[in-house]
């Protein structure tokens, strides 16, 4: 997805944050029933997607189609996603099965520690994906049943259930939607893709901080405390030594970073200069 498809999924997330503080498996399961009713028509899909058609017009139609059949965010989600622009028919599509798995990952972020180790939930969402498909790769048996096209959603779903009866809920909604709708890819395939997207937000609160030499814990300490105050939350730190550095710290939080080195100081000095 790219283009005007990619701006349009960055808005509908940045949208969805909002929700996500209270966000439930409900919602989540809402969305991926929308979108099995948007992939079953295609003159659905060009409707949504029309540019000629305002944004208005395409959100009133989808709240026409799913009003009173589902929650009302999940039907505000669904409307918000069909005013924006897409580039193709199966972008949005693409995007609304993005939103939900966001709802999925979301909840289980939300959990507190889950095991006697401390895991979060984001941990042992991804654990239980990766197992599923560890799983399915070690039989031939369960790689065709899950590629069968006669057997029923319900079918597969209840096979992939069997494989890893100790999953979280959050796993179980994931993987039956993998299994029961993996719109042209391999259930597998749509699996890694859900733990992607599960790994890339718990990347959002590991903060990666360089430095020359190894902290003492008191500066652990006020590091850890600085940066929870900054982000609101408590955040992972890993520490690594970087010599190459020469002084100060860098810090990195998913996508932002936050440079106080030397070396940083010099190359904005050389663009200065240049």
């Known amino acids: 997805m790219a283009g005007v498809s990619s701006e349009s999924l960055t808005t509908a997330l940045t949208e969805l944050e909002a929700r996500l503080p209270g966000a439930s498996l409900q919602l989540a399961t809402e969305l991926f029933g ?16 029309d540019p000629s058609r305002s944004g208005e017009e395409k959100s009133a139609l989808v709240r026409q189609l799913v009003g009173g059949k589902v929650s009302a965010d999940a039907a505000d989600i669904a409307a918000g996603l069909a005013s924006l622009r897409w580039a193709s028919a199966r972008d949005i599509g693409d995007a609304l099965e993005t939103l939900g798995a966001t ?18 939930g984001l941990e042992e969402l991804e654990n239980d994906l990766f197992s599923f498909n560890r799983t399915v790769a070690s039989s031939h048996e369960a790689q065709r049943a899950l590629s069968e096209p ?13 494989l890893v009866p100790g999953a979280s809920e959050e796993a179980k909604v994931l993987i039956a939607q993998a299994v029961s709708n993996p719109r042209g890819l391999k259930p597998g395939r749509l699996v890694e893709r859900f733990a992607q997207l599960a790994a890339k937000r ?17 500066q652990m300490d006020r590091l850890q405390s600085a ?42 000095l050389n663009r200065q200069l240049a």
Do not use: F, H, M
Request: net charge positive; proline share 2%.
């Open 150 to 162: 006669q057997a029923s959603a319900a079918a597969k779903t209840a096979l992939a259930q069997k």
């Open 103 to 120: 709802v999925v990952i979301a909840v289980a972020e939300n959990k507190s520690a889950v095991s006697a180790s401390g895991i979060s």
């Open 202 to 218: 718990q990347q959002r609160w590991i903060a990666t901080v360089s430095v020359t030499r190894p902290l003492t814990a008191t």
């Open 34 to 49: 929308i979108l099995g009713t948007l992939d079953s028509s295609a003159g659905l899909r060009r409707a949504l997607t």
């Open 227 to 268: 940066l929870n105050a900054l982000y609101r939350r408590e955040l992972k730190i890993n520490v690594t030594v970087d010599p190459a550095l020469i002084g100060g710290i860098r810090v990195q939080v998913g996508d932002e970073v936050l440079d106080a080195s030397v070396v940083a100081r010099l190359g904005e």
